[in-house]
Protein backbone atom coordinates (compact mmCIF):
# COMPACT_ATOMS: atom_id res chain seq x y z
CA UNK A 1 0.00 0.00 0.00
CA UNK A 2 1.45 3.36 -1.08
CA UNK A 3 1.86 6.13 2.02
CA UNK A 4 0.88 8.90 -0.43
CA UNK A 5 -1.16 8.65 -3.97
CA UNK A 6 -1.37 11.36 -6.35
CA UNK A 7 -4.30 10.59 -8.62
CA UNK A 8 -4.92 12.28 -11.84
CA UNK A 9 -4.38 15.79 -10.61
CA UNK A 10 -4.89 18.96 -12.79
CA UNK A 11 -3.80 22.72 -11.24
CA UNK A 12 -4.84 25.07 -13.15
CA UNK A 13 -4.12 28.97 -13.03
CA UNK A 14 -6.57 30.74 -15.35
CA UNK A 15 -5.92 28.96 -18.67
CA UNK A 16 -2.28 27.32 -17.95
CA UNK A 17 -2.28 23.96 -16.41
CA UNK A 18 0.45 23.96 -14.28
CA UNK A 19 -0.08 20.11 -13.08
CA UNK A 20 -1.67 18.40 -16.04
CA UNK A 21 -3.26 14.67 -14.98
CA UNK A 22 -0.06 13.82 -13.13
CA UNK A 23 -0.45 10.53 -11.11
CA UNK A 24 2.19 9.26 -8.76
CA UNK A 25 2.59 6.77 -5.58
CA UNK A 26 4.67 7.23 -2.94
CA UNK A 27 5.74 3.86 -0.88
CA UNK A 28 6.02 3.76 3.33
CA UNK A 29 9.88 4.35 3.98
CA UNK A 30 10.56 5.43 0.33
CA UNK A 31 12.51 8.69 -0.22
CA UNK A 32 11.21 9.71 -3.64
CA UNK A 33 12.63 12.67 -6.10
CA UNK A 34 10.64 14.88 -7.87
CA UNK A 35 12.62 16.40 -10.79
CA UNK A 36 12.43 18.43 -13.47
CA UNK A 37 13.10 22.15 -15.46
CA UNK A 38 11.88 25.42 -14.02
CA UNK A 39 8.49 25.76 -14.44
CA UNK A 40 7.76 21.66 -14.68
CA UNK A 41 5.12 22.37 -11.35
CA UNK A 42 7.34 20.99 -8.67
CA UNK A 43 6.33 23.09 -6.29
CA UNK A 44 2.90 22.92 -7.11
CA UNK A 45 2.33 19.87 -6.40
CA UNK A 46 3.37 20.51 -3.02
CA UNK A 47 0.97 23.50 -3.18
CA UNK A 48 -1.51 20.78 -4.18
CA UNK A 49 -0.87 18.61 -1.26
CA UNK A 50 -0.28 20.96 1.06
CA UNK A 51 -4.08 22.68 0.22
CA UNK A 52 -2.35 26.09 -0.73
CA UNK A 53 -2.89 24.91 -4.33
CA UNK A 54 -6.52 23.60 -5.04
CA UNK A 55 -6.82 20.92 -7.77
CA UNK A 56 -9.83 21.55 -10.38
CA UNK A 57 -9.75 17.24 -10.92
CA UNK A 58 -8.29 14.10 -9.67
CA UNK A 59 -7.26 13.47 -6.39
CA UNK A 60 -4.61 13.48 -3.22
CA UNK A 61 -4.95 9.96 -1.04
CA UNK A 62 -2.66 9.13 2.14
CA UNK A 63 -2.14 5.60 2.85
CA UNK A 64 -5.22 5.37 5.24
CA UNK A 65 -7.43 6.17 3.03
CA UNK A 66 -7.97 9.60 3.69
CA UNK A 67 -9.02 11.99 1.30
CA UNK A 68 -6.74 14.90 1.74
CA UNK A 69 -7.65 16.71 -1.76
CA UNK A 70 -10.55 19.05 -0.38
CA UNK A 71 -9.13 19.42 2.89
CA UNK A 72 -7.96 22.79 4.57
CA UNK A 73 -4.23 23.37 5.24
CA UNK A 74 -4.59 22.83 8.90
CA UNK A 75 -6.39 19.18 8.59
CA UNK A 76 -3.62 18.33 5.99
CA UNK A 77 -0.67 19.43 8.43
CA UNK A 78 -2.57 17.74 11.51
CA UNK A 79 -2.89 14.18 9.44
CA UNK A 80 0.95 14.53 9.48
CA UNK A 81 1.85 15.88 6.23
CA UNK A 82 4.69 18.45 6.39
CA UNK A 83 6.60 20.65 4.11
CA UNK A 84 9.67 22.58 4.35
CA UNK A 85 9.30 25.21 1.69
CA UNK A 86 11.53 26.07 -1.14
CA UNK A 87 12.75 29.33 0.78
CA UNK A 88 13.93 29.05 4.66
CA UNK A 89 11.36 30.76 6.80
CA UNK A 90 13.16 30.34 10.00
CA UNK A 91 12.35 32.45 12.85
CA UNK A 92 15.88 35.14 13.16
CA UNK A 93 15.83 36.42 16.43
CA UNK A 94 14.20 32.97 18.31
CA UNK A 95 16.91 30.97 19.07
CA UNK A 96 16.96 26.81 17.65
CA UNK A 97 15.35 25.24 20.09
CA UNK A 98 12.56 28.01 19.96
CA UNK A 99 11.97 27.43 15.93
CA UNK A 100 12.02 23.86 16.73
CA UNK A 101 9.06 24.35 19.03
CA UNK A 102 7.21 26.19 16.92
CA UNK A 103 7.81 23.86 14.48
CA UNK A 104 6.02 21.16 16.86
CA UNK A 105 2.68 23.05 16.10
CA UNK A 106 0.15 24.01 18.18
CA UNK A 107 -1.44 21.15 19.24
CA UNK A 108 2.28 19.74 20.26
CA UNK A 109 1.59 17.41 23.22
CA UNK A 110 3.41 18.99 26.11
CA UNK A 111 4.67 15.76 27.64
CA UNK A 112 6.23 14.48 24.28
CA UNK A 113 7.02 18.37 23.46
CA UNK A 114 10.89 17.91 25.32
CA UNK A 115 11.79 14.57 23.58
CA UNK A 116 10.74 15.30 20.19
CA UNK A 117 12.70 18.98 20.69
CA UNK A 118 15.61 16.79 21.53
CA UNK A 119 15.60 14.21 18.66
CA UNK A 120 15.49 16.89 16.48
CA UNK A 121 18.30 18.80 17.59
CA UNK A 122 20.16 15.03 17.48
CA UNK A 123 18.77 15.09 13.90
CA UNK A 124 19.81 17.93 12.62
CA UNK A 125 23.00 17.77 14.35
CA UNK A 126 22.02 21.13 15.79
CA UNK A 127 22.53 20.29 19.60
CA UNK A 128 25.22 22.51 19.88
CA UNK A 129 23.32 25.53 18.44
CA UNK A 130 20.55 25.08 20.46
CA UNK A 131 20.92 28.29 22.34
CA UNK A 132 22.19 30.20 19.41
CA UNK A 133 19.27 33.09 17.53
CA UNK A 134 18.28 31.24 14.50
CA UNK A 135 19.21 34.42 12.22
CA UNK A 136 22.99 33.69 13.15
CA UNK A 137 23.10 30.07 11.67
CA UNK A 138 25.10 30.09 8.58
CA UNK A 139 22.75 28.99 5.49
CA UNK A 140 23.25 25.55 5.92
CA UNK A 141 22.34 25.49 9.22
CA UNK A 142 19.09 27.40 8.50
CA UNK A 143 18.37 24.72 5.97
CA UNK A 144 18.47 22.21 8.67
CA UNK A 145 17.07 23.69 11.29
CA UNK A 146 13.84 24.41 8.68
CA UNK A 147 14.10 20.59 8.20
CA UNK A 148 13.83 20.60 11.92
CA UNK A 149 11.14 22.06 12.30
CA UNK A 150 9.62 19.99 10.38
CA UNK A 151 10.75 17.01 11.92
CA UNK A 152 9.73 18.06 15.39
CA UNK A 153 5.61 17.23 14.43
CA UNK A 154 6.73 13.98 13.76
CA UNK A 155 5.76 13.99 9.92
CA UNK A 156 4.52 10.84 8.20
CA UNK A 157 4.57 12.72 5.21
CA UNK A 158 7.78 15.01 4.64
CA UNK A 159 8.15 17.05 1.89
CA UNK A 160 11.33 18.91 0.88
CA UNK A 161 11.18 21.67 -1.80
CA UNK A 162 15.04 22.41 -3.03
CA UNK A 163 16.83 21.14 0.14
CA UNK A 164 20.48 21.54 -0.57
CA UNK A 165 19.90 25.13 -2.88
CA UNK A 166 22.77 27.63 -2.09
CA UNK A 167 24.32 25.05 -0.06
CA UNK A 168 27.71 24.34 -0.13
CA UNK A 169 29.71 20.45 -1.22
CA UNK A 170 30.30 19.78 2.26
CA UNK A 171 26.67 20.92 3.00
CA UNK A 172 24.88 19.11 0.52
CA UNK A 173 26.42 15.70 1.50
CA UNK A 174 25.90 16.59 5.16
CA UNK A 175 22.36 17.08 4.15
CA UNK A 176 22.47 13.90 2.30
CA UNK A 177 23.13 11.67 5.18
CA UNK A 178 20.53 13.80 7.28
CA UNK A 179 17.45 12.62 4.65
CA UNK A 180 19.14 9.19 4.62
CA UNK A 181 18.80 9.61 8.11
CA UNK A 182 15.12 10.38 8.16
CA UNK A 183 13.78 7.28 6.40
CA UNK A 184 11.47 5.37 8.86
CA UNK A 185 9.38 2.68 7.47
CA UNK A 186 5.94 4.74 8.63
CA UNK A 187 7.29 7.77 6.53
CA UNK A 188 7.33 8.64 2.90
CA UNK A 189 9.80 11.18 2.19
CA UNK A 190 9.16 13.17 -1.31
CA UNK A 191 11.97 15.97 -2.45
CA UNK A 192 12.70 18.22 -5.06
CA UNK A 193 16.03 18.96 -6.23
CA UNK A 194 17.90 21.09 -9.00
CA UNK A 195 21.62 18.75 -7.63
CA UNK A 196 21.50 16.06 -9.93
CA UNK A 197 24.37 14.48 -7.43
CA UNK A 198 22.26 14.70 -4.22
CA UNK A 199 19.27 13.52 -5.98
CA UNK A 200 21.23 10.22 -6.80
CA UNK A 201 22.15 9.84 -3.24
CA UNK A 202 19.25 10.52 -1.57
CA UNK A 203 16.55 8.76 -3.53
CA UNK A 204 15.22 5.28 -4.45
CA UNK A 205 12.98 6.61 -7.38
CA UNK A 206 12.77 9.54 -9.50
CA UNK A 207 9.56 10.80 -10.73
CA UNK A 208 10.84 13.78 -13.90
CA UNK A 209 8.13 16.25 -14.20
CA UNK A 210 7.70 17.85 -17.46
CA UNK A 211 5.01 20.25 -18.35
CA UNK A 212 2.86 19.24 -15.35
CA UNK A 213 2.88 15.13 -16.93
CA UNK A 214 5.34 12.77 -15.67
CA UNK A 215 8.02 12.21 -18.13
CA UNK A 216 9.51 9.18 -16.40
CA UNK A 217 9.47 7.40 -13.03
CA UNK A 218 12.28 5.28 -11.74
CA UNK A 219 15.91 4.82 -10.73
CA UNK A 220 17.87 7.81 -11.16
CA UNK A 221 20.37 5.91 -13.86
CA UNK A 222 17.52 4.75 -15.92
CA UNK A 223 16.45 8.51 -15.95
CA UNK A 224 20.29 9.63 -16.91
CA UNK A 225 19.27 7.00 -20.22
CA UNK A 226 16.16 8.15 -21.02
CA UNK A 227 16.65 10.42 -24.40
CA UNK A 228 13.09 12.10 -23.37
CA UNK A 229 14.62 12.97 -19.98
CA UNK A 230 17.67 13.87 -21.79
CA UNK A 231 16.18 16.52 -24.17
CA UNK A 232 13.76 18.31 -21.93
CA UNK A 233 15.93 18.52 -18.77
CA UNK A 234 19.56 16.66 -18.10
CA UNK A 235 20.83 17.55 -22.08
CA UNK A 236 20.48 21.17 -21.01
N1 LIG B 1 -0.07 31.10 -8.29
C1 LIG B 1 0.24 30.99 -9.58
N2 LIG B 1 -0.41 31.71 -10.54
C2 LIG B 1 -0.08 31.57 -11.84
N3 LIG B 1 0.86 30.75 -12.32
C3 LIG B 1 1.53 30.01 -11.43
C4 LIG B 1 1.28 30.08 -10.02
N4 LIG B 1 2.11 29.21 -9.39
C5 LIG B 1 2.85 28.63 -10.35
N5 LIG B 1 2.51 29.11 -11.57
C6 LIG B 1 3.08 28.69 -12.85
O1 LIG B 1 2.99 27.28 -12.91
C7 LIG B 1 4.17 26.73 -13.51
C8 LIG B 1 4.77 25.74 -12.59
O2 LIG B 1 5.37 26.43 -11.50
P1 LIG B 1 6.12 25.70 -10.32
O3 LIG B 1 6.50 26.74 -9.32
O4 LIG B 1 5.29 24.57 -9.85
O5 LIG B 1 7.41 25.14 -11.06
P2 LIG B 1 8.67 24.37 -10.47
O6 LIG B 1 8.74 23.07 -11.20
O7 LIG B 1 8.63 24.34 -9.00
O8 LIG B 1 9.88 25.29 -10.97
P3 LIG B 1 11.27 25.70 -10.26
O9 LIG B 1 12.21 24.58 -10.56
O10 LIG B 1 11.65 26.94 -10.99
O11 LIG B 1 11.03 25.93 -8.79
C9 LIG B 1 5.07 27.91 -13.85
O12 LIG B 1 4.88 28.25 -15.21
C10 LIG B 1 4.56 29.00 -12.94
O13 LIG B 1 4.79 30.27 -13.51
MG1 LIG C 1 9.77 25.17 -7.46
Redesign the pocket.
Known amino acids: MSALVIDSLEVV ?2 A ?1 R ?1 LDGLSLAVDPGEVRAVI ?10 LDAITGIARPRSGRILLGDGRDLTQASEAEIARAGVRRKF ?1 KPSVFPALTVRENLGLGCGPDCPARERPVRLARALAETGLEARASVPAGALAHGEKQWLEIGMVLASEPRVLLLDEPVAGLSDDETARTAELIGALRRPDRAILV ?1 E ?1 DMAFVEAVADRVTV ?1 HEGRTLFEGAMAGARADARVIDVFLGR
Open positions: FGFAGPNGAGKTTLQIHL
